[in-house]
């Protein structure tokens, strides 16, 4: 990883476009659904141990292929504690860490990457609407005329808090530092510093798992906290899958308006400034 300490302001574009996409989500109103069943069509499981072969994700032609990925990291990531935070076990940072790696692993692929494997089975909701978040990052990148796919990343994951819960599980908090490097300038280093997450997990028959994780931003608030929308019957539910879909659709539509059109090239004549006027 190169540390040459500069912003990738080639990616500015698509955090842009990202941004005005929530807005328009957030001002759009929305006719009477009910909530789609986030279980449906199953994708390969992710897990570390398995090999990656692809497959087309059930969305749509146009979705990103889902694929399972490898124990190979195309990056690097670590966990450190705050002082006097209580220390993990190795299963549970292991959790914690196959989680974020098969997040970049994703965005360095641009292929969508199946966490399911990494959560407990009464929670594959939270899986798949982290999923849907996945998805629309590698629409929005691979919208671009640059290439946003990553030659290399590394992470660091700071625990700041450990708390145990009523029922046995554990509430974890931590920040995130990240350097991204892109293929289109892989020696520019694209930093990311102090980005919360919320991971809750629980221990299993198949050991510990993941049951609920939050990501302290706008896109997580849009998929997440904006399910339930107001519309003139009152407010209804709606799946993170609709929202994906209809994010996407906002996202191609602001990416066609913003390119560049090809246009002929007009040449104006130049009057030479020793011209007299007629």
Do not use: C
């Given at each position: 990883?190169?540390?040459?300490?500069?912003?990738?302001?080639?990616?500015?574009?698509?955090?842009?476009?990202?941004?005005?996409?929530?807005?328009?989500?957030?001002?759009?109103?929305?006719?009477?659904?009910?909530?789609?069943?986030?279980?449906?069509?199953?994708?390969?499981?992710?897990?570390?141990?398995?090999?990656?072969?692809?497959?087309?994700?059930?969305?749509?032609?146009?979705?990103?292929?889902?694929?399972?990925?490898?124990?190979?990291?195309?990056?690097?990531?670590?966990?450190?504690?705050?002082?006097?935070?209580?220390?993990?076990?190795?299963?549970?940072?292991?959790?914690?860490?196959?989680?974020?790696?098969?997040?970049?692993?994703?965005?360095?692929?641009l292929s969508l990457g199946d966490p399911?494997?990494?959560?407990?089975?009464?929670?594959?909701?939270?899986?798949?609407?982290?999923?849907?978040?996945?998805?629309?990052?590698?629409?929005?990148?691979?919208?671009?005329?640059?290439?946003?796919?990553?030659?290399?990343?590394?992470?660091?994951?700071?625990?700041?808090?450990?708390?145990?819960?009523?029922?046995?599980?554990?509430?974890?908090?931590?920040?995130?530092?990240?350097?991204?490097?892109?293929?289109?300038?892989?020696?520019?280093?694209?930093?990311?510093?102090?980005?919360?997450?919320?991971?809750?997990?629980?221990?299993?028959?198949?050991?510990?798992?993941?049951?609920?994780?939050?990501?302290?931003?706008?896109?997580?608030?849009?998929?997440?906290?904006?399910?339930?929308?107001?519309?003139?019957?009152?407010?209804?539910?709606?799946?993170?899958?609709?929202?994906?879909?209809?994010?996407?659709?906002?996202?191609?539509?602001?990416?066609?308006?913003?390119?560049?059109?090809?246009?002929?090239?007009?040449?104006?004549?130049?009057?030479?400034?020793?011209?007299?006027?007629?």
């Amino acid at each position: 990883m190169k540390k040459s300490h500069k912003t990738a302001f080639f990616a500015a574009g698509a955090l842009t476009l990202a941004a005005a996409v929530l807005a328009s989500v957030y001002n759009n109103q929305y006719n009477n659904q009910s909530l789609q069943n986030a279980n449906a069509a199953q994708t390969p499981v992710y897990t570390s141990a398995q090999q990656g072969a692809a497959t087309q994700n059930s969305a749509g032609n146009s979705a990103p292929q889902t694929i399972a990925m490898s124990q190979t990291r195309l990056g690097s990531g670590s966990i450190q504690y705050e002082e006097d935070t209580p220390a993990l076990t190795s299963e549970q940072e292991s959790l914690l860490l196959d989680y974020i790696y098969a997040y970049y692993d994703s965005l360095a692929n641009l292929s969508l990457g199946d966490p399911s494997g990494l959560f407990a089975e009464d929670s594959l909701d939270q899986a798949q609407t982290n999923q849907n978040i996945w998805e629309y990052l590698i629409a929005v990148r691979s919208m671009q005329i640059s290439d946003l796919s990553l030659v290399d990343y590394d992470f660091t994951l700071t625990i700041t808090r450990v708390e145990e819960q009523d029922d046995g599980s554990l509430r974890i908090r931590l920040n995130e530092d990240s350097v991204q490097n892109f293929a289109q300038h892989p020696d520019v280093d694209s930093e990311s510093m102090d980005v919360r997450h919320v991971f809750t997990m629980k221990e299993t028959d198949d050991g510990w798992k993941l049951s609920q994780h939050m990501q302290m931003d706008s896109l997580y608030y849009t998929m997440m906290g904006w399910t339930r929308r107001r519309s003139s019957d009152g407010a209804v539910q709606v799946s993170s899958s609709q929202t994906l879909d209809e994010m996407i659709s906002l996202a191609q539509t602001y990416t066609a308006s913003a390119l560049p059109k090809e246009k002929p090239l007009t040449w104006l004549p130049i009057t030479p400034m020793t011209a007299k006027p007629p």
